[in-house]
């Protein structure tokens, strides 16, 4: 006799990526029509019109509407185009196309400039950036934008760049620790001000400051036009300040740190996505030569250290030890799921699915940038990939991001030019012996 089970119920006990690829019964993928050039990013305001904005890392950001893409770009931003940099991250403000609100034209981006700005010492950066639209329904943007929040660019690699606003309004980005291999500077551990100089101590001065490395920071947009204070570390060369610190931000009450930090400890923290149901933000940390992770941070919690470059997701990195124990032993935040290099390179963190099949809520899916492989496991407990199984994809093509629209609906952006959806047959069951 079959026993129905809820998806990926912990008895299910598959390594991610150990089993042969299979089918999710009920699940398909569906290629969206049009041609996206290094598309890194799928993303939709929540104002019912039903867009889907696809983010390029060569500096565009097209619209699909009605199915198909229109011929004018929405936004063109000017970036350095390389390896790991340009156009990365694109998030809505929560009230985009409410007229009633405040802020209802507001979107913002993170990129690369190729140059700095003149105006900012005209050192290469990483940036946060505010646009708007003319009415709250165009599908062409104003083109001037504000420089928000500055990060300097160490290196063309390592930028992370995916920015969201969390389920308390304000805005979460993501940054790599420098590209340089193995940590040499310890940027991710670092909560202090530090200069470039390898093995130079957290409380060090002068230099180029690349204190907010290996992070995911928290920032207030709406409370802007203030002073600068000394810890808003991502406000060099700008004035009055573009954003606030959040009161309840871990490091917003102590001395000599950078308030903007909500957790630290990351390698390269590429694609993040917060569900939808928890709060929770789900971190897709870009491995060194062995493993690759996902971790969590919980909602609303914030001040979490991800290990690196002690750990390398459960194993010893720099740290001394054998096995994986190393989160317990550092007393860092061990990963939900990891996985080896036997499986993909570069892990490409997806979505907790909460979209209109309900019998497949709290499935996660992600990929790998190297792989192309397509998995998905339950989002739930200290370890989700004791239920994680390969899909089998009919789709070519490296994962370079993931989306979902205002509906809930998961979509893949791949590196040959695609977006595709990861569509759901409503009511579908799911047997034990499905994957037999």
């Avoid at 969206?32 to 305001?45: E, H, K, T």
Wanted: glycine residues 14%; charged residues 15%; contains cysteine.
């Amino acid at each position: 006799m079959r026993n129905t089970i809820r998806l990926l119920a912990a008895s299910l006990i598959v390594a991610a990526g150990g089993a042969a690829a299979q089918d999710i019964p009920g699940v398909t993928l569906t290629q969206i029509p049009g041609s996206y050039i290094s598309p890194v990013a799928v993303r939709a305001p929540h104002d019912g019109s039903g867009r889907l904005f696809v983010v390029k890392q060569g500096g565009e950001i097209r619209v699909i509407k009605s199915g198909a893409m229109l011929p004018t770009p929405f936004l063109t931003v000017s970036v350095n185009f390389s390896g790991e940099s340009g156009l990365l991250g694109l998030a809505f403000h929560p009230n985009f196309g409410k007229p009633a609100l405040a802020h209802n034209d507001e979107f913002y981006v993170f990129y690369t400039r190729p140059n700095g700005d003149p105006r900012l010492g005209a050192t290469p950066d990483q940036v946060v950036a505010r646009y708007t639209v003319p009415t709250p329904d165009a599908d062409v943007a104003n083109p001037a934008g504000t420089i928000v929040l500055r990060v300097p660019d160490l290196a063309g690699n390592h930028n992370g760049g995916d920015i969201h606003f969390g389920p308390d309004g304000y805005l979460y980005i993501s940054s790599g620790d420098s590209g340089a291999q193995g940590n040499p500077y310890q940027f991710a551990e670092c909560l202090w001000k530090k200069p470039a100089s390898s093995g130079s101590a957290c409380g060090a001065t002068g230099g180029t400051q690349y204190y907010l490395l290996g992070k995911i920071l928290r920032i207030d947009v709406d409370t802007r036009g203030g002073a600068v204070g000394a810890e808003m570390c991502g406000s060099s060369g700008i004035s009055p300040a573009e954003y606030s610190i959040p009161a309840g931000n871990p490091h917003a009450a102590t001395s000599s740190t950078c308030d903007e930090i909500w957790a630290h400890g990351f390698r390269n923290p590429w694609r993040m996505s917060f569900d939808r149901a928890t709060g929770d933000l789900v971190i897709g940390d870009v491995g060194q030569g062995t493993y690759e992770e996902i971790s969590v941070e919980p909602a609303g919690v914030g001040g979490g250290d991800h290990g690196w470059s002690r750990c390398e997701g459960r194993h010893y990195y720099d740290a001394s030890g054998s096995g994986t124990t190393c989160p317990s032993t550092t007393g860092t935040i061990a990963p939900v799921i990891e996985y080896a290099h036997g499986e993909g390179c570069a892990v490409s963190g997806g979505y907790v699915y909460r979209g209109p099949a309900t019998a497949f809520h709290g499935t996660y899916f992600y990929g790998d940038s190297c792989s192309s492989r397509l998995w998905y496991a339950t989002a739930s407990g200290p370890t989700w990939d004791t239920g994680g199984i390969q899909m089998t994809s009919p789709a070519s093509g490296n994962i370079y991001g993931f989306g979902e629209d205002e509906a809930g609906n998961l979509y893949i952006a791949r590196s040959n030019s695609t977006i595709w959806r990861i569509d759901i047959e409503l009511g579908d069951t799911i047997f034990a012996d499905d994957f037999e």
